[in-house]
């Protein structure tokens, strides 16, 4: 009986360190964003993958297969928001890249702030960047918040938004590549430091995107073994530089004279995977100079890849140019973890990797594929939209903006008129859904009464935030774009979009990988927002105030 008593009270202890064991807190966090990864990008050119990158991840890693996008619109800064957050933009206010305020009469970036100025740029430059429009705490935060602020968060990224997003409102620093007033110069906020550390100002002595926009960009491997891609020379693309064609190869030395009497040089590292690889080499040197991981206290290190999203746009998803990129990505993805099993130690990290949305093929080749497209044609849209409001109400100004995706109506003409907003508001939805290539227009006064349970209704609602978004919320059916004007043909729109609440734009990659993570796969509909608190449970840290995310079960199974 004492042996038994003995063995239960072992096994207890075993069992209660084991599982303390798998629980145990990593030194470093590392969240690595692809800026339009699809989820089917870590498939479709695997077999040319090397085995330290995304092969790796998925070796050693856990994959869940069915993660999505849970809002509308699906851009890169509600996305970069909204994993950090571990909510969507109805609580944290990112609800795009820009949107429409009603009192300036004219569209603010979700990073600008005119009451900071850029730091480490070489000539001054007045538009400043902050996360002040940021509404809820980031895991960011809270991990700074719980330790005290002795832990560090480093966010880094060639966007400003893909750096100061997910830094939150207290990181120690944000850096990003500022190609407009300087010559390729990792830069940072006011709101964040006077001035750049040594480390930078080291780094960015070194004039690496200089000498990288020196280069030219060939296929790593003769172009005819491209097969996963379609013709390198097609009418899908959008051409570099005076370029007759969309074609390999990209002679950036050539090209940079061109655009230097612009100014927009430098913009050309934007277009070229080299830009990846820069950044890369910029994560490293923080690991290093900023010494993180290297103590008690939980370290964050936030980098966001933001090459593959103007790679899209330019060529789109189906193009040669994407698949090179992803093979050079892969390369340097393979860089970045071997840097951090030499300087943090293999079993003292976790990392997870993940897209802020993905993205349709370019409309041109769908419709030549036979595929379902069209162009939401908007300025069209508010024309027809005014002449029936005309119509019914009489002569009048009615309409502020109308971006796509929100209608903001002008209240100050139907205050004047003496009508009823949410009578206005459903008329304007009634009358867009009749619109061809409408799906469904929901009213501000149905978003904020109404509860969605599922479905693009739900998408729609967890986009809306009713001091930024506007009357009417418009989304549209499978395949179309939005257009701001109404001259391009389907055959004529190059490049890939994205912002809808469907799966090509919505379905991404969520892959983690080092200490507290099983090896395995999933197919369980999870999304991004599911990010944040898994990471506030791995740390033991307080959830961000707004989130709506669930911790991710599979690395929280005792059995």
Not at 409 to 421: G, S
Request: with cysteine.
């Amino acid at each position: 009986m004492q042996k038994l008593y003995y063995f239960i009270l072992f096994t207890i202890a075993f069992g209660c360190h084991t599982h303390a064991q798998i629980q145990s807190k990593p030194k470093l966090v590392v969240g690595v964003v692809i800026d339009q990864m699809r989820f089917d990008q870590l498939y479709k050119y695997q077999n040319r993958y090397g085995e330290n990158g995304f092969k790796r991840l998925l070796r050693e890693g856990f994959n869940f297969k069915n993660a999505n996008v849970n809002y509308i619109p699906s851009e890169t800064a509600p996305g970069h928001s909204s994993i950090y957050t571990g909510t969507t933009p109805a609580y944290h206010g990112i609800i795009g890249n820009s949107w429409y305020d009603r009192e300036l009469n004219d569209f603010i970036g979700n990073v600008a702030d005119s009451d900071e100025k850029i730091v480490g740029s070489l000539n001054e430059n007045p538009y400043g960047a902050s996360p002040k429009n940021l509404s809820a705490t980031t895991i960011s935060d809270e991990l700074r918040l719980g330790n005290n602020f002795r832990s560090k968060v480093i966010s880094v990224s060639i966007k400003d938004r893909g750096a100061i997003l997910p830094g939150g409102n207290s990181p120690n620093a944000a850096y990003w590549h500022d190609w407009e007033s300087s010559p390729g110069y990792f830069v940072s906020s006011s709101y964040y430091m006077k001035k750049l550390p040594k480390w930078v100002s080291k780094f960015n002595a070194l004039e690496k995107s200089d000498a990288y926009l020196n280069e030219s960009w060939n296929t790593l491997y003769p172009i005819e073994t491209y097969t996963a891609s379609t013709a390198d020379d097609n009418d899908f693309e959008y051409s570099l530089g005076g370029k007759p064609s969309p074609t390999f190869p990209y002679d950036f030395q050539n090209m940079r004279e061109k655009y230097r009497p612009s100014g927009t040089e430098y913009r050309l590292l934007w277009v070229s995977p080299a830009g990846n690889t820069l950044l890369t080499e910029f994560a490293i040197s923080a690991i290093e100079n900023e010494e993180l991981g290297t103590d008690e206290f939980p370290d964050l290190l936030n980098i966001s890849y933001s090459i593959p999203d103007v790679i899209g746009h330019t060529f789109g998803p189906q193009s040669v140019e994407m698949e090179d990129l992803y093979l050079r990505l892969d390369k340097n993805l393979g860089d970045l973890f071997t840097a951090l099993d030499t300087k943090v130690g293999k079993d003292s990290y976790t990392l997870f990797l993940t897209s802020d949305h993905a993205a349709s093929p370019a409309v041109s080749y769908l419709k030549e594929n036979k595929q379902n497209t069209g162009i939401a044609r908007i300025e069209a849209y508010t024309e027809k939209l005014n002449a029936f409001l005309d119509g019914k109400y009489g002569a009048g100004a009615w309409i502020s903006n109308f971006n796509g995706n929100n209608v903001y109506l002008n209240k100050n003409n139907i205050n004047e008129k003496k009508l009823l907003l949410p009578v206005i508001e459903q008329e304007v939805a009634d009358f867009l859904m009749t619109l061809p290539e409408v799906y469904l227009a929901l009213t501000a006064h149905d978003l904020q009464t109404q509860i969605y349970e599922n479905g693009l209704r739900k998408t729609i609602q967890n986009g809306y935030y009713p001091e930024r978004s506007g009357d009417v919320l418009v989304t549209y059916k499978s395949g179309v774009v939005i257009q701001p004007d109404s001259g391009a043909a389907v055959e004529n729109v190059k490049g890939a979009v994205h912002g809808s609440g469907y799966s090509y734009d919505t379905h991404v990659p969520l892959v983690w990988m080092g200490l507290g993570i099983p090896h395995g796969e999933s197919v369980r509909a999870v999304n991004p927002i599911d990010i944040a608190p898994s990471l506030a449970m791995l740390l033991n840290l307080q959830l961000p105030s707004a989130v709506l995310g669930k911790p991710l079960e599979e690395f929280f199974n005792e059995n």
